[in-house]
């Protein structure tokens, strides 16, 4: 069994940084490309950053020269620092990643349960 597991949320004033984490534990062999989203309330989940497995990564336009996704792949991590931030930027971010179970031949999406990150104004 796979888990992804997020942290790093929390509250934080217009201006502020946080730094999020997602660690991939369990049953894994591989990880592929890895990913952050966000959902505000009453909002859709949209793709904030990611990150393939070679390092290359890419950004929603509304966070580019804000915040920066990062990847440990020794400890099947993936981070998310979050600069000068927003009062929009409040949303529950969730971790996705495709891994490869041990035992599997393919990669499968898996997701976390999100952490909240509420920013003041």
């Known amino acids: 069994q796979v888990r992804l597991v997020e942290s790093g949320g929390g509250l934080v004033q217009a201006g502020g940084s946080l730094r999020l984490s997602c660690v991939a534990s369990g049953s894994v062999f591989s990880v592929n490309a890895m990913a952050w989203y966000r959902q505000a309330p009453g909002k859709q989940r949209v793709l904030v950053a990611t990150?393939?497995?070679?390092?290359?990564?890419n950004y929603a336009d509304s966070v580019k020269g804000r915040f920066t996704i990062s990847r440990d792949n020794a400890k099947n991590s993936v981070y998310l620092q979050m600069n000068s931030l927003k009062p929009e930027d409040t949303a529950v971010y969730y971790c996705?990643?495709?891994?490869?179970?041990?035992?599997?031949?393919?990669?499968?999406?898996?997701w976390g349960q999100g952490t909240q990150v509420t920013v003041s104004s």
């Open positions: 990150i393939t497995g070679g390092g290359s990564t």
């Open positions: 996705t990643s495709a891994i490869m179970p041990f035992g599997a031949v393919r990669y499968i999406d898996y």
